[in-house]
């Protein structure tokens, strides 16, 4: 009974202040209503996945923003993965140095405001590169204070085959790697984790590309009289963005990292030592797979956050789903459907986010038998 009964108070307290807003919102003769997600945006945007035009609707600018977040944030967290792992691995290393040069990077990027972080990247990026005609050069990548240019493949059906043979293998992979394991509990003969996996996927991707006629055109990014022309570009914005968040990320993540091995007992080091496994393999065949079940969930916070710092892009001028909105709001005075439209994409993503994290925490955790 108290449980409906609350529920009842907070339905009825949502529907006073939707109510409420929407009689005060029409007083004041401001519209309301999602239909503007059809009108004309009337704005372009510099940065996106998808193309866009000034002459298309609100509802495909709010889509190339949310394109533009999800690049940021996967690319983020990927980066930031990789780094934090080291940095946390480093922080047990024997070396002196490197131990010292890992503790030093978390306390530094870790207590300097992350909006602090992105200003500063995007004022090294745009003020301290060289402007054009003057772009460094290393073969056919250039960086200068219009981003970094890149070559890229020339789309044809044949780049179509190489990637179904990349997937097919990554399907092949992940069929050795689950026979092997059942193998290697069954008998206890030990089989190539690494190497196996990654030969097919290489293997399926070149017969992928054979297939396919073996293209190798590429879009090569060469100097004009005013840019650098041609080729794939990443924005000094988004450089901006991605290295801010990724960097500031992972200091994060080597903590949990770090704090997850501590929480594996000494004695599993021992074992291994006893077994004359080295540091190597001590660390990825003993200790990372025991703390995982420590690291996962707060490595979870962390992922979730960077997401959402993504929102501060609009701070350097990097078009994400929050700028779009503002430029939106700005334009058709639609101030609570735009907010309304945020919420819902961000809460989307961080639930989508945990309930994958949570599956995957439910699969490494250890299970007694």
């Known amino acids: 009974m108290y449980q409906v009964l609350a529920s009842a108070v907070i339905a009825a307290l949502a529907w006073f202040l939707w ?12 519209q309301s209503g ?39 944030a996967v690319a983020g967290i990927l980066l930031a993965t990789v780094l934090g792992t080291l940095l946390g691995v480093g922080r047990f ?13 978390v306390e530094v990027f870790r207590n300097v405001p992350v909006l602090l972080q992105l200003l500063v990247w995007y004022l090294v990026l745009t003020e301290y590169l060289p402007g054009v005609g003057q772009e460094w050069q290393a073969g056919p990548f250039f960086l200068s204070k219009g981003g970094l240019n890149f070559p890229v493949p020339v789309w044809s059906p044949g ?85 801010g968040l990724s960097l500031y990320t992972a200091a994060f993540i080597a903590e949990v990292v770090r704090s997850g091995i501590a929480a594996v007992p000494r004695g599993q080091s021992e074992a291994a030592a006893a077994l004359g496994l080295d540091s190597r393999l001590e660390i990825r ?48 005075g639609r101030a609570v459907e735009c907010i ?11 639930l989508s986010t945990s309930g994958l994290m949570n599956w995957y925490n439910a699969r490494v955790a250890i299970k007694e038998k």
């Open 93 to 105: 290393s024997r070396n002196l140095l490197v131990r010292s040069l890992c503790a030093a990077y």
């Open 159 to 243: 780049q179509g085959w190489t990637a179904a043979g990349f997937g097919a293998g990554l399907l092949l992979a992940w069929a050795y790697r689950r026979g092997a394991k059942r193998r290697f509990e069954a008998t206890g003969t030990p089989r190539s984790m690494f190497w196996t996996p990654l030969a097919l996927v290489v293997l399926a991707t070149l017969l992928g590309w054979t297939v396919g006629g073996a293209p190798t055109a590429l879009d090569v990014p060469v100097k004009g009289e005013f840019s650098v022309e041609h080729g794939g570009a990443l924005t000094p914005e988004f450089l901006a963005l991605w290295l």
């Open 340 to 350: 309304a439209i945020i919420m819902v994409v961000y809460l989307t993503l961080s």
């Open 285 to 332: 065949l003993v200790l990372i797979p025991q703390a995982l079940r420590v690291i996962i969930p707060p490595l979870t916070n962390q992922y979730l956050n960077l997401t959402k710092n993504s929102s501060l892009a609009v701070a350097i001028g990097y078009p994400d789903l929050v700028s779009i909105a503002n430029t939106s709001m700005n334009q058709t």
């Open 34 to 72: 999602f239909d503007f997600l059809q009108q004309q945006a009337s704005f372009s945007i510099g940065e996106s996945v998808i193309p866009f035009d000034s002459t298309e609707s609100y509802l495909k600018g709010f889509a190339v923003g949310l394109g533009n977040t999800l690049r940021v």
């Open 19 to 30: 109510s409420n807003t929407l009689h005060n919102m029409r007083v004041r003769g401001i």
